[in-house]
């Protein structure tokens, strides 16, 4: 500016042999002036600000993909033996599918309660919504794996069914959290933070099926179940003393907007419906496809390339992260 200034002084000072030259100086000044003003395409931006502008930045972003991963890992890492060992007890095709579907179902009840939960703050917060989530998915998929030892049909079915409900309880409140506490800490970069969680939750859903096969061909039906469970519990503590007090503010008043009223907005019940179509051509093949190929190898095979078309593009689309945020979908593919 004080080059700016110079100049102005000097057009004011200087003697111009014509018209034409005093124009010229004046016009020159006047342009090297505006050269240091904001552009109007930059008036009223914010300037752009790194997704991981501290070491707690990064902490607790990684800390939100973990927890995805290994949430969604939870929903697929039964896919390459269940079905064949209910097949094996005389469970129908029908019902398995149902036991492949009860965990999305629930947690499409259970998310608006645990979004409740989590509004509110004072009394809740996201991240004692998160803990009990963690913990209840992953102790239910520790008991779950005792359901290998039972013979029957029926009690098989049964303790299927409220194993995997609890584990969508857990599920629908720890999803719910990452996605409270992603919003609450990144604002400025919301497109890019929950696209990287959707990435995540690619990665989960892929590793889920490969632990499944490996673990089950290692070591029966437990194993890949107990693996995963304790996977879900051991974090616990450290996410607590890493997430201690993050997003929480006792004074914060959320304005209450039911899904309802959300669902009224033709742009939600668009993209609603859009999930739900998706949904039915992700997850119809997972409750009948393991039965008919004789290699876990194969299965894993054609189940992580499919996983992988989803979570690749994720971090640039940026979207990922309205997926059970108003409907769920997975229920009506695998039924």
């Known amino acids: 500016m004080e080059r700016v200034d110079q100049i102005h002084a000097r057009s004011d000072s200087i003697e111009p042999e014509s018209f034409d030259d005093q124009l010229h100086m004046k016009k020159a000044a006047n342009n090297l002036s505006d050269s240091h003003e904001l552009s109007p395409s930059s008036v009223g931006k ?37 079905p064949r060992e209910a097949e094996a007890k005389g469970v129908s095709t029908t019902v398995v599918g149902l036991i492949f579907g009860i965990d999305p ?62 584990s969508a309880f857990g599920g629908a409140a720890s999803e719910t959290s990452v996605l409270s506490v992603v919003i609450a800490e990144f604002p400025d ?40 469970g304790c996977s879900m519990i051991l974090p616990i503590p450290v996410l607590f003393r890493v997430l201690s007090n993050e997003g929480k503010n006792p004074g914060q008043k959320e304005a209450s907007f039911s899904v309802a009223k959300a669902l009224k907005i033709p742009a939600v019940f668009i993209v609603a419906s859009c999930f739900v179509t998706a949904g039915i051509m992700y997850t119809f093949l997972e409750p009948i496809l393991g039965p008919y190929l004789e ?41």
């Open 46 to 82: 914010a300037t752009p600000q790194r997704l991981l502008r501290s070491p707690r930045k990064v902490v607790i972003l990684a800390s939100l993909c973990l927890i995805t991963a290994l949430s969604f890992e939870t929903l697929t890492i039964i896919a390459p033996f269940v």
């Open 105 to 166: 179902f629930v947690i499409f009840l259970c998310t608006p309660l645990c979004g409740c939960m989590v509004s509110s703050i004072a009394k809740y917060g996201p991240n004692t919504v998160l803990f009990v989530g963690m913990l209840f998915d992953g102790a239910s998929l520790i008991l779950f794996g005792f359901c290998g030892r039972i013979s029957g049909a029926t009690a098989f079915v049964v303790l299927s069914f409220l194993l995997r409900s609890i």
């Open 189 to 228: 970069n919301l497109g890019m933070a929950s696209g990287l969680i959707e990435t995540f939750a690619g990665v989960g859903m892929s590793l889920g099926p490969v632990l499944g096969g490996v673990l089950y061909t290692a070591g029966g039906f437990q194993l890949p179940l107990f693996v995963i």
């Open 295 to 335: 290699k876990v190898s194969t299965f894993l095979l054609i189940r992580t390339a499919e996983d992988h078309n989803q979570e690749c593009p994720s971090p640039t689309l940026g979207l990922g992260f309205v997926r059970r945020l108003f409907l769920e979908r997975n229920f009506v593919g695998n039924v």
